[in-house]
T-cell receptor, first 109, second 113 residues
Framework: EDKVVQSPLSLVVHEGDTVTLNCSYE??????LLWYKQEKKAPTFLFML????IEKKSGRLSSILDKKELFSILNITATQTGDSAVYLC?????????FGQGTILTVHP | EPEVTQTPSHQVTQMGQEVILRCVPI?????FYWYRQILGQKVEFLVS????????KSEIFDDQFSVERPDGSNFTLKIRSTKLEDSAMYFC???????????FGNGTRLTVT
């Protein structure tokens, strides 16, 4: 059975801090690793990673994949209160996306 | 930006009743999915659908569940005889190809009493 594990489960920081969220996966016929941000309702797409070692960046967020060690990290620099959310990672195989349990990030002013 | 829309946003039903949750995927997407999230738990895969057929389904997706694309735009999830444990947020998602990111709707909160 496919498995995705995220750590930490929750994180409380102050504005301006940098955070690193971790995601390890065991997915049969692995195709890609996806990161989502879930605020109140729908998970919204952040990154899709398919190749090891290539960093993807979007503003203050960046992510990288290690297919040898089967993990990915999501970095957020200079955090803001608007970054408070649940961050989900998931591994895909042939159209099935298996999510981890999420990391709850709380950013205090 | 195109988005996945789901209706209703909240559905309350009695145990044993049938419910149909509706979704309109993004128009040029070919792959459709249903996920559910029980309160406080992770988002779980239910089923994927392509070319009018189920591609993959999880153990959760038993005979009580069915999916349908009745016309060119809607994608539905039917639960035949709801149980208390079916209470959850149900998310519909779509993707352009099997290797593209999934885009999620805002969900339908199903409450079974």
């Amino acid at each position: 059975e496919d498995k995705v594990v995220q750590s930490p489960l929750s994180l409380v920081v102050h504005e301006g801090d940098t955070v690193t969220l971790n995601c390890s996966y065991e997915v049969t016929n692995f195709r890609s690793l996806l990161w989502y941000k879930q605020e109140k309702k729908a998970p919204t797409f952040l990154f899709m990673l398919t190749s090891s070692g290539i960093e993807k960046k979007s503003g203050r967020l960046s992510s990288i994949l290690d297919k040898k060690e089967l993990f990915s990290i999501l970095n957020i620099t200079a955090t803001q209160t608007g970054d408070s959310a649940v961050y989900l990672c998931g591994g895909t195989s042939y159209g099935k996306l298996t999510f981890g349990q999420g990391t709850i990030l709380t950013v205090h002013p | 930006e195109p988005e996945v829309t789901q209706t209703p946003s909240h559905q309350v039903t009695q145990m044993g009743q049938e419910v149909i949750l509706r979704c309109v995927p993004i128009s040029n997407h070919l792959y459709f999915y249903w996920y559910r999230q029980i309160l406080g738990q992770k988002v779980e895969f239910l089923v994927s659908f392509y070319n009018n057929e189920i591609s993959e389904k999880s153990e959760i997706f038993d005979d009580q569940f069915s999916v349908e694309r009745p016309d060119g735009s809607n994608f539905t999830l039917k639960i035949r005889s709801t149980k208390l444990e079916d209470s959850a947020m149900y998310f519909c998602a779509s993707s352009r190809t099997v290797n593209s990111p999934l885009h999620f709707g805002n969900g339908t909160r199903l409450t079974v009493t």
